[in-house]
Nanobody, 122 residues
Framework: QVQLVESGGGLVQAGGSLRLSCTAS????????MAWFRQAPGKEREFVAR????????YYADSVKGRFTISRDNAKNPVYLQMNSLKPEDTAVYYC???????????????WGQGTQVTVSS
């Protein structure tokens, strides 16, 4: 059974930071691309960031570039999303995703986590 579990969400003031973690089980994800998406209330789910299996190639949505950093530790499993300078518009449920396709994952990942809520107060 493939499972992705996110953690680290919570409530933070604008300008603050949070670090999300995603742990995979049931399959070796070290060769998979991993990504983060988010969905705000009343909006469609949107891509946030992606990292290739090697960890040396990352890609970000323009809305988070320079503020968010995606990283991974294949030896320990987790994928992280470090979020700095948070804004109220970053409020959303954040989802971890996995896929063997480093470009296809941006549009339609094969595997999803259940999500973790991030709320940024003004």
């Amino acid at each position: 059974q493939v499972q992705l579990v996110e953690s680290g969400g919570g409530l933070v003031q604008a300008g603050g930071s949070l670090r999300l973690s995603c742990t995979a089980s049931g399959r070796t994800f070290s060769t998979y691309a991993m990504a983060w998406f988010r969905q705000a209330p009343g909006k469609e789910r949107e891509f946030v960031a992606r990292i290739k299996w090697s960890g040396d190639d990352t890609y970000y949505a323009d809305s988070v570039k320079g503020r968010f950093t995606i990283s991974r530790d294949n030896a320990k499993n987790p994928v992280y999303l470090q979020m700095n300078s948070l804004k109220p518009e970053d409020t959303a449920v954040y989802y971890c995703a996995a896929d063997p396709r480093p470009y296809g994952i941006i549009l339609s990942p094969n595997y999803w986590g259940q999500g973790t809520q991030v709320t940024v107060s003004s």
